[in-house]
């Protein structure tokens, strides 16, 4: 029930992604990364969940010797997560099998320096030490003069910005890279990846649901995504993204190949009715950035609490960190972000202030109920 995929065969050290390859799966480490016992740990369970690759983030040098250690002690694929320092990517390159790195964060450092050299160095580094690079473009971290050209239409900048980007690094004569196109809404993610698919469809996709939050909405969010493309023969490598605690991070491992398996066997599961109406909680699958180890515990208490709010369209987010928690929050209605010792709590683009993590729980249902009463009184008018 998979339709043939075209796209050109990639690398990742010993691993074969795209091409009539088996569609990879893989994870990301939910540890902070300096935090070498525990993210060994993490690495592990992903690996005996079966992951083909498993990804870490580096933002610091601490990270970047961390990593260090960890490649002398798995042999696991190792991607890393470059966000805004990008400039880390050379001294990392010797210990990962794979670079990403985000079009939508390169502006953050070095403004005087254009995004065409940016890209060249990493490429550079890429061919220099053999390693694959995923271009990993983000609904929720637009860049800047995408985010001007395309105004709300968030597909046209997603898209237009990833196939920029191939031609930037194949202007250079890489060709051994990948591309991800991520939102948390499962049809932005069908609709982006179909247009690139069709624009570039040589170039290997890795899919996912960014931010889908806790399971079951979580799964279901994925399935739906991935359904759609991969039986279309999009899709060369997957990652779910499930907001879940540490020791079960393994579940976004077994939940990828369950969805593979059924689309192969041709088992699709109709969207339950109504799905997209009603209450979206959305929440980040936590990663080395996660300041505070709390953060899993409170996006389930957030959606426990808000339960009596079910039948009303809004839209909620949890987000784990500083980097990409208060840009990822502002098309939500209410957003929180995890700092170390406070949520911050925003409505829309606008900051509410921030509370402790036992205060954060009554004033996000104040907001709520002041949002819904609102919304009744307008609707009333
Ligand atoms: S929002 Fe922050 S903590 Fe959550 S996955 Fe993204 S980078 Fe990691």
Request: proline fraction near 5%; charge should be negative.
């Amino acid at each position: 029930m998979i339709a043939p995929r075209k796209t050109r065969p990639i690398r990742v050290r010993d691993l074969t992604i795209g091409g009539d390859a088996p569609i990879a799966v893989q994870s990301m480490a939910a540890t902070q990364t300096r935090d070498i016992p525990r993210t060994l740990n993490q690495v592990r369970i992903l690996e005996r969940a079966g992951a083909d690759i498993v990804r870490v983030a580096v933002d610091s040098r601490a990270d970047v010797e961390a990593l260090r250690e960890i490649r002398a002690q798995t042999s696991a694929r190792l991607s890393v997560d470059l966000q805004e320092n990008y400039r880390l990517a050379e001294e990392v390159a010797p210990f990962v099998d794979k670079i990403r790195y985000n079009p939508g964060h390169l502006h953050h450092h070095e403004k005087n320096k254009s995004v065409e050299d940016k890209v060249a160095y990493l490429v550079g580094i890429c061919q220099e030490h053999g390693l694959a690079m995923r271009i990993g473009v983000n609904a929720g971290s637009i860049a800047p003069a995408y985010k001007e050209r395309f105004g709300e239409d968030d597909v046209g900048a997603i898209v237009r910005s990833a196939v920029d980007h191939c031609d930037l690094v194949e202007a250079r004569g890489f060709t051994n890279y990948l591309v991800s196109i991520k939102d948390s809404d499962p049809r932005l993610v069908i609709e982006a990846n179909r247009r690139f698919a069709q624009q570039r469809p040589e170039v290997p996709l890795h899919l996912g649901v960014t931010e889908a939050g806790m399971p079951p909405e979580g799964i279901i969010k994925t399935r739906i995504a991935f359904e759609q493309l991969v039986s279309r023969g999009i899709g060369d490598t997957i990652r779910v993204s499930l907001t879940l605690p540490f020791d079960d991070k393994g579940e976004e491992i077994t939940v990828g190949r369950a969805i593979l398996a059924d689309i192969e066997a041709g088992r699709f599961r109709s969207v339950p009715p109504n799905f997209y109406d009603g209450l979206n909680i959305i929440a980040c699958p936590s990663c080395s950035r996660v300041e505070n180890d709390r953060f899993v515990d409170l996006a389930q208490d957030v959606k426990q609490m808000t339960r009596y709010a079910a039948e009303h369209d809004l839209t909620i987010a949890v987000m784990g960190c500083r980097v990409n928690g208060p840009g990822e929050t502002d098309d939500a209605d209410l957003g929180l972000w995890c700092g170390p010792k406070h949520v911050n709590l925003k409505r829309g683009e606008e900051e509410v202030g921030a509370f402790g993590y036992d205060e954060i729980l009554p004033r996000l249902k104040a907001e709520l109920d002041r949002l819904i009463e609102r919304r009744s009184i307008d609707a009333r008018s």
